[in-house]
Every structure is written in structure tokens, then in C-alpha cells.
């Protein structure tokens, strides 16, 4: 479903940096997980209070913090503290309806992207916004709501002992980075799946309004859906521009891949832009079409009626003398032009290719 284009009114005549969750609530409340990692350990745990991290503040390992749930803006809020984040940084987290973005501070750098997913049809996309905070051992991620998006890279910490448990917290941001940008592969293939639906049914079926409907709808998708896309290749443009030494240089050259990566989605998006004008061009042809052969049809009725009205009209008419009504035939030669007219025209279309 596609986000409203207005944000809450909840911080109307407050300053900034206010801590008020702005957007949807999908989730009451904010949990917050906990993955430290290194080349030979990984430790998971669920945060009950944030005194809890301060052990890992010392340790030379990745801490990855998963926060889940925006709704508590006051948690968020001293989290924040906890790391030094700027509070207009903070603002910008509760605020879920950001536009994809990348600031570079002094201590820390802010990634804002959409996560979009393709569901029922393909014809509607959910989406979340996902904020990622990169410290020089921490990498924070506020979610709207518990979803299954970072299971896939969970799992690879719990199993693998490869780049992503010996690298730095760089390169964990650019594997979450490289996770969301992959999923809009698969939302494209969806989008795909429903115009060449769409194709298909406006080519070899009558168009119906429904038919109109669908088109409407994945337009619609469309539109919103490049709004969160196309920012992206601007978000990866900077951080490749980006000198902060938090990104080292052997993880630039992964972050150029998921850069790639976002360019061709962004260009599959824009293609779907024509095919769908394309597509609402053959459905005002097709309607126009059928009104054509609508028209036509009753066109020839109207062309074989109009002369058996003309004769009725003259002989219905009221004058005294009129010989041809006293002849014993009359009755059955006006019969005969009757049939007899129809049928020359319906001869006539036919051989004109009118029919």
C-alpha cells in the first residue's frame, strides 16, 4: 500500500529535534535484540534495559542493534543518548516517513532506506522504513515492526565464518544495505508477473473496467515506488563520495556492487513507467475499438431502415389520389422492395468489406 504523501500533524509548534514517533503504529511495542560478533564468537540477547550495553562499549567486536518497533519515541530517544546521536538524527528515525537519504556526521554516519515488498498480486507493495546508524564497532537499525526482512543476514552471522564475521561494522551495514536492494529484485519480478498479466489480458481478452482498474493501480504503485527507488542511486553516490574513515576502502568496492545493483533496478522501474503508458494506450485503443464496431452495426441497421421508412412515410400519406393504391398488387410489391432493399445492402457491405 502506498504511504500517504502527508506526514502527522503531531509536531505542529514543536522545536526540533522533538521526540514524537510520526507514521503508522505497527507495533505497540519496541523491542530491542542485540548480535555481538567476531571471527570466533557470536552472542545474541534481547535488551531489557540499555545499562546492558554498556559491556560491549569495551569490546573490540561488532555489535549489531536491532531496534524493532518505533512506537516508544522515549526509548528511542535515550538510545540515541546512550550513542550521542544528534537529535535531529533521532527526529528523523521517528519520522517513517522519510525520503532515502545518507548524512555524514562526525561520529557516526545516517542511512535511511524503504523496504519494499510485493504482496497479493503484485499489484500492491508493502513497505517499511529501515534507518541504519554506523558507529565505529556499532550498527543500529530501527525497523517499524518485526518482519522476517534481516533473518537471511541473522543467519549468515550464525553460520558463516566468512567476510561478514572478520570484517568490520562497515561491512555489516553494507551487507543490510545489499539486502534491501536485492529484495527489490524480487519486487520487480513481481511487477513484471502483473504487467505482463495486464499485457496479456488487453491483447487477447475484451478490456473491461476492471481491467482499467489494475492498470490504474500498479500506475499508482509505480509512482511511489520510484519516489523510495530512484533516491537510492543518490544515497549510494554519496557514500562512495564519502571520506569518513567509518568505511573502509575494501568495503567501497562492495558498496559500488550494491550502487550497480540499485542503478538497474532503478532503470527496470523506469522502463515499467513506458510499458504501463504503452499498455494504456492499447486499452483506449481497444475500448475506442469496440465502440467502432458498435457503431458500425448500428449504423447498417439505421442505413437499411432508412429507406423502408422512407416508402412507409409516402404511403402513409394522406393525399385522396394515389393510383398505386387501387392496384391488386400493391400490398405484395411493397413487401417485396421491403425484403428486397435489406438485402441489397446487406450485399453491398459485405462486398464494400464493411461486414
Known sequence: MAESLYTSSAKVGLPPGAIVHVGDVHQAETRISLIDYGRDHTEERRLETLDDLLPYKERESVTWIIVEGLADAELVGRLGEFFAIHPLVVEDILNVHQRPKF???????????????????????????????????????????????????IQRIRTSKGRLRSLGADYLAYAILDLIVDGFFCLVDSLDEAVNSLEDTLLTAEPTHDTLLALQRVKRELIHIRRYIAPIREVMAAMLRSESELIQEKTRIYLRDVSDHAIRVAE????????????????????????????????????????????????????????????????????????????????????????
Open 103 to 153: 548524512e555524514e556526521h562526525e561520529q557516526f554516519l545516517f542511512i535511511v532506506l524503504k523496504s519494499l515488498i510485493a504482496s497479493g498480486d503484485g499489484c500492491r507493495v508493502e513497505h517499511e522504513q529501515v534507518s541504519i546508524v554506523l558507529l565505529n564497532k556499532f550498527v543500529l537499525v530501527f525497523k517499524e515492526k518485526s518482519d522476517e526482512l534481516l533473518d537471511p543476514l
Open 268 to 355: 527496470s522501474i523506469d522502463s515499467f513507467k513506458d510499458i504501463l503508458a504503452s499498455l494504456m494506450d492499447i486499452y483506449v485503443s481497444s475500448v475506442s475499438n469496440r465502440l467502432n464496431e458498435v457503431m458500425k452495426v448500428l449504423t447498417i441497421f439505421a442505413s437499411i431502415f432508412i429507406p423502408l421508412t422512407f416508402l412507409t412515410g409516402i404511403y402513409g400519406m394522406n393525399f385522396e389520389y394515389m393510383p398505386e393504391l387501387t392496384w391488386k398488387y400493391a400490398y405484395f410489391c411493397l413487401w417485396g422492395l421491403f425484403l428486397a432493399i435489406p438485402v441489397a445492402l446487406l450485399r453491398y457491405f459485405k462486398k464494400k468489406k464493411w461486414l
